[in-house]
DNA sequence: CCTTTTTGCTAGCTAAACTAGCAATGTCCT
DNA sequence: AGGACATTGCTAGTTTAGCTAGCAAAAAGG
């Protein structure tokens, strides 16, 4: 693999191999390209900006994750300080999304709680998008939905360092 | 499937069909997180903020359709007003990762191009990440991948309205 | 041909990010 | 145990990046 091929990723697959798994990566793409824009759709609806909803999101996915998400945690995720955290979950806090509780172990800390009204509103507007891609899975074997469920777990791995 | 059930997706799948694909959907938006917290990362890396590489992946991802991007385009994606898009691009323009091209049919309307700088520097950043992510692809069959890619495809169908 | 729509821009305003710095708490080291 | 150091989340003040309103030029449609 050249040098010019590793940093533009323009080159002509050599082996078929090389030809699948550049079309999953170019796929890949496209589909976070996708959610990008489903995420646009869902900010305009719930009118709410973008990195609010980004922690929302997050948050949901921590809790169904059973973790516990701290304002620090958020900070860190979108990649801002923890000046902005705060009135970000000032903005959220007061729109009833989420709320601050107490850290049970380390008393300078919080853990931020999503509201069963907030999640409830983003469900339901993730509702329609939920119906049609259950849709789409309907053309998927047991078997594939699972190598898929894998490959999505894999990549996640492979993307947290 | 109850009311309660679609709206908050906490119901106790019934089938192991239902349970597949909810396995799938939960698989999907905590992968959504991790390539949230990559684009965080480039974005760290490149000191840019979240909608000017926003911008930028959307580009890419179009050119590699063989489409062309305008900055009408680029507010719908991000949505914002075509206002805060132009000062993006102005941003992007001053910073040498975009020109303007005037569009060919339209006397209007601009295109947006990325340019070879800022197309290497993003895949440079991204060259790591995708390292470990192609890695991870070893232990997917041709098949499975095949199954991925189309996975990737449909969603993204799905998503589009 | 004339009206309406679309496109991308400027100007001025508001919202949301940043840096700096702080008190409270936790952690580590000797 | 005690002191140095790190971490957490906050406030205050500043800068950045979003918004609305409105415009000229070009395209589209009657």
């Given at each position: 693999m050249s040098e010019v091929s590793t940093v533009t990723e323009r080159w002509v697959p050599q082996t078929p191999r090389e030809e699948i798994?550049?079309?999953?990566?170019?796929?890949?793409?496209?589909?976070?390209d996708a959610m990008d824009?489903?995420?646009?759709?869902?900010r305009?609806?719930?009118?709410?900006?973008?990195?609010?909803l980004a922690a929302l999101r997050m948050v949901i996915v921590r809790e169904q994750r059973g973790e516990w998400v701290s304002p620090h945690d958020i900070a860190v995720h979108l990649g801002i300080s923890?000046?902005?955290?705060?009135?970000?979950?000032?903005?959220?806090?007061?729109?009833?999304?989420?709320?601050?509780?107490?850290?049970?172990?380390?008393?300078?800390?919080?853990?931020?709680?999503?509201?069963?009204?907030?999640?409830?509103?983003?469900?339901?507007?993730?509702?329609?998008?939920?119906?049609?891609m259950r849709a789409a899975m309907d053309s998927f074997s047991d078997d594939e939905l699972g190598s898929i469920t894998r490959f999505f777990g894999e990549m996640g791995l492979a993307l947290q360092e």
């Open positions: 798994v550049l079309s999953t990566l170019t796929a890949m793409r496209a589909f976070s824009r489903m995420h646009t759709g869902i305009g609806e719930m009118e709410m900006n973008a990195s609010d923890t000046a902005s955290t705060t009135k970000l979950l000032d903005r959220l806090t007061e729109s009833g999304h989420v709320e601050r509780r107490p850290h049970p172990h380390d008393r300078r800390a919080r853990i931020v709680v999503i509201t069963d009204a907030a999640r409830a509103e983003f469900f339901r507007h993730f509702a329609q998008r939920m119906t049609r």
